[in-house]
Nanobody, 119 residues
Framework: QVQLVESGGGLVQDGGSLRLFCAVS????????MAWYRQAPGKQRELVAD???????NYADSVKGRFTISRDNAGNTVTLKMNSLKPEDTAVYYCNADIWRIGVRRLYWGQGTQVTVSS
């Protein structure tokens, strides 16, 4: 069984920083792209950043220069470092991973972690 376990959300003031962590649990997996999405109340879920297993990184325009995504050497943990946070970054953040296991390749989602930026 594959699970994505997230941690690191919370409440921070405008201009503050937070780090989000996501770890993939499960044996016999091959992990391709890992990503962070977010969903604010009343809005659609949107991509924040992703990182391939080859190290290619993409950011949403709204977070470029403020957020940094990275993976550990083993490739099964992804971190999102968020600096200069703004109230508009307030959302539930979801970890996402493209994973192959036992002949099946599909997307997995974490449970979500709340990030609240107060003005």
């Amino acid at each position: 069984q594959v699970q994505l376990v997230e941690s690191g959300g919370g409440l921070v003031q405008d201009g503050g920083s937070l780090r989000l962590f996501c770890a993939v649990s499960g044996s016999g997996v091959t992990i391709y792209t890992m990503a962070w999405y977010r969903q604010a109340p009343g809005k659609q879920r949107e991509l924040v950043a992703d990182i391939s297993n080859g190290g290619t990184i993409n950011y949403a325009d709204s977070v470029k220069g403020r957020f940094t995504i990275s993976r550990d050497n083993a490739g099964n943990t992804v971190t999102l470092k968020m600096n200069s946070l703004k109230p508009e970054d307030t959302a539930v953040y979801y970890c996402n991973a493209d994973i192959w296991r036992i002949g099946v390749r599909r997307l997995y989602w974490g449970q979500g972690t709340q990030v609240t930026v107060s003005s």
